[in-house]
């Protein structure tokens, strides 16, 4: 009888969980790089407010078991794609017929002067639970970036601690790619409301142990600081191993490296000079990988990506292109703002308007 064809898939996030889980008839083994099975990241917030990291698990370990998918946890350092070996930082090496590199992305952040010894990011389990030990005997609390990660961080030690919270951001209002200029003070409003306040053209210069210092003078308390600045994509596997990269991993509408028999997928890929950073394309790109390795025909097209954020009690959706003629609704706390240009419907912003999402959505891209 032949044997199964063995796939290794390096990294046990969300792309990389996808694609295990997709592989039939094959011996699948994923190196996962954290000390975790693989669990929901988009989650990682709750454990902040006290939530054991085990309950955002996305299967037990008997799930990995009765599909036959083994779990290795170790960090990959190599890939010898001549021998199509997988060396591992201790020493051992995996064999593999396909291999997916599904490394994810790290947390971007800030030099400042000023002699801070301590800053946090939030990106794994293990970051969300020094953040929450930290905070626990903190006064106060300041995260630079009101990006979607910034803003549920910042929500989330709001609620959890009775401290001064802050955001720091540097553009003119809150998620300039997501929302219009009112829409942003709206969530603005909200989270003032909420005790998170918010710095908006803030540039910071400098941190001390206690505080962040302003380009403009001011001072905002900082007994913990986190950064939220975006992330980097994780290639160093690649580029140790002599596979083509950029900004992230290279690969084509397949998902192929310039490798044989290696895929990538996720955060850590390129794709047509593009990275991504979005929990909805690492689990494309981890479909369509795991396809691709199966022998299906993949055309991987990205898909619009659409922005949710839930601040406490306040829903806030964005979808397509926040430019051109505005036209607004608003009643109440719901507010939906349509953003039209040359007579089609480009974008959209929904405050409070759950029910109103899929049938707004559906409108991008048709004339108005
Ligand atoms: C708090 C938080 C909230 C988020 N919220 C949203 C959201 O609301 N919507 C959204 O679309 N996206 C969100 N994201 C982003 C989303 O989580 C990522 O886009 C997604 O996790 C990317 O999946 P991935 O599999 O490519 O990488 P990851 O999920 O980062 O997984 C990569 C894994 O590979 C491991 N690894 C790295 N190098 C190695 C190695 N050499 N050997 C072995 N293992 C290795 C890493 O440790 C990690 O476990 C959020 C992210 C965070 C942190």
Redesign the pocket.
């Known amino acids: 009888m032949e044997s199964l064809k063995k796939v290794a898939v390096?990294?046990?996030?969300?792309?990389?969980a996808q694609a295990a889980s997709l592989l039939k008839g094959m011996d699948v083994t994923i190196?996962?790089?954290?000390s975790y099975l693989p669990y929901y990241?988009?989650r990682?917030?709750e454990i902040i407010s006290g939530k054991d990291p085990q309950t955002l698990l996305m299967h037990p370990s008997s799930w990995y078991e009765d599909k036959g998918i083994r779990i290795i946890h170790g960090?990959?350092e190599r890939i010898d794609a001549s021998a199509c070996r997988i060396e591992l930082s201790d020493g051992s090496s995996i064999d593999y017929d396909y291999a997916i590199i599904?490394?994810?992305?790290e947390a971007r952040t800030l030099s400042l002067p000023g002699g801070r010894k301590e800053s946090f990011v939030?990106?794994?389990a293990d970051d969300a639970i020094s953040l929450r030990r930290a905070l626990s005997s903190a006064d106060s609390f300041a995260v630079i970036g009101g990006g979607?990660?910034g803003l549920?961080l910042a929500m989330e030690a709001a609620q959890s601690f009775s401290i001064p919270v802050s955001v720091v951001e540097s553009a003119e209002h809150l998620l300039p790619r997501q929302l219009d200029r009112d829409s942003a003070a709206a969530v603005q409003a909200y989270l003032q409301g909420k005790g998170v306040e918010v710095l908006t053209s803030a540039e910071t210069s400098s941190a001390d142990d206690s505080f962040v210092y302003l380009k403009d003078g001011r001072r905002i308390p900082a007994a913990v600081l986190a950064f939220s600045v975006g992330v980097i994509p994780?290639k160093d596997?690649a580029e140790k191993s002599g596979i083509k990269s950029g900004k992230g991993i290279i690969v084509d509408h397949h998902l192929m490296t310039s490798a044989p028999r290696v895929y990538a997928a996720?955060?850590?890929v390129e794709l047509d000079g593009r990275t991504f950073?979005?929990?909805?394309h690492?689990r494309e790109m981890g479909t369509a990988a795991a396809k691709a390795v199966m022998g299906e025909e993949v055309e991987y097209i990205p898909s619009e990506p659409s922005a949710l954020l839930k601040i406490g009690g306040m829903d806030v959706a964005s979808f397509g292109t926040i430019d051109g003629e505005m036209r607004v609704e608003a009643d109440g706390n719901r507010r939906r703002t349509l953003f039209i240009r040359d007579g089609i419907v480009k974008g959209a912003v929904l405050i409070n308007d759950k029910a109103g999402m899929m049938a707004v959505k559906e409108m991008i891209g048709k004339p108005f």
């Open positions: 390096i990294g046990g996030g969300i792309a990389g190196i996962a790089g954290e990241r988009m990682i917030g960090r990959a599904a490394t994810g992305s939030l990106r794994s979607l990660l549920e994780s596997i996720g955060d850590a950073g979005l929990a909805l690492a």
